[in-house]
């Protein structure tokens, strides 16, 4: 009991009321609706052959016919109106393929959808962390409508197929005693298959479901931002637009430049010496730069 109470204390259940969670409960449920209504079933039909000597006749002839729908291998024994010993008929036709097919998608989404959802409730940050729970979920959850469109539409070809094999007007056509005009064959009973009518109807439910829960799950796969262009798959940081303004060529910036040539608020301001031009040496100064006369205009 402390470790269910530990659990409980530590998931988010939350999540049920949320799209991603709740789809996720209605998988589930509906997936069990699905295999079930197909994998337990059981029909059987009912036929009678009335032959001229009417102590040959049989008139409850009853075939049983079940999941996964082999109806190769049922039989049944009907009367020859010939004094013989009655025949053995087989029923015509295997459709365990799309039977078991159904099954097989109905049970693994179950489960798929069953551990999916502990995850949503008790690991929710690990499956969100970096997307990567997300994409695997949206990868899985693409497969099973894939298979789901496969498996209801396989089912329902399968289904029709099992009604036709088991329509007592066709199966009386097996028998040989029933092509005699004189001997009365009819059908007393139908096979009540509207239990593998919901069946197909809840495969294309499930269908449904897991194609509508693709949009739930994509939205957490962080895609949808790559797409938009908002998702930035790089690490390095753009440089902040305010490099380029106050610092680089701002005010501030460009005052502190300007300190480096002007020593004053009058800025530049060259420093002329008072004696800077002197007719004995001939040297013209400018703030301690002395510079010679060339030799040239002396030798004129």
Not at 2 to 24: C, E, H, R, S, Y
């Amino acid at each position: 009991m402390d470790v269910v109470n530990q659990l409980v204390a530590t998931g988010q259940f939350t999540i049920i009321k949320q799209p991603l969670g709740f789809m996720k409960i209605l998988q589930w449920i509906f997936a069990i609706f699905a295999f079930s209504t197909c994998g337990s079933y059981s029909g059987m039909f009912k036929m009678s052959v009335e032959c001229k000597n009417r102590s040959e006749s049989d008139l409850s002839i009853e075939v049983e016919f079940e999941y996964p729908f082999r109806l190769h291998q049922v039989y049944f024994d009907a009367p020859t109106c010939k004094g013989e010993s009655p025949e053995r008929l087989f029923l015509i036709g295997d459709y365990s393929s799309s039977a078991e097919f159904f099954v097989t998608v109905g049970v693994f989404s179950f489960l798929y959808s069953m551990a999916a959802l502990s995850v949503y409730v008790f690991i929710l940050e690990k499956y969100r962390q970096g997307c990567k729970g997300a994409q695997i979920d949206f990868v899985v959850t693409s497969v099973f409508t894939f298979f789901w469109l496969v498996a209801s539409s396989a089912w329902a070809k399968g289904l029709s197929d099992v009604k036709a094999a088991t329509d007592p007007d066709k199966v009386l056509l097996l028998i040989e005693a029933c092509d005699e005009p004189e001997n009365r064959c009819r059908e007393v009973h139908d096979p009540v298959v509207s239990g593998l009518n919901t069946s197909v109807a809840f495969g294309f439910l499930n269908l449904i479901l897991w194609g509508g829960n693709l949009w739930f799950v994509f939205k957490e796969t962080g895609w949808m931002a790559a797409f938009g262009g908002t998702y930035a798959p790089s690490k390095e940081k753009a440089p902040a637009p305010e490099s380029f303004g106050q610092e680089g060529y701002g005010q501030e910036g460009y005052a502190q430049q300007g300190d480096a040539y002007a020593g004053t608020q009058g800025g530049y301001q060259p420093d002329y010496g008072q004696g800077g031009y002197t007719e004995g040496g001939g040297d013209y100064q400018q703030g301690g730069y002395e510079q010679q006369p060339t030799s040239f205009a002396n030798q004129m």
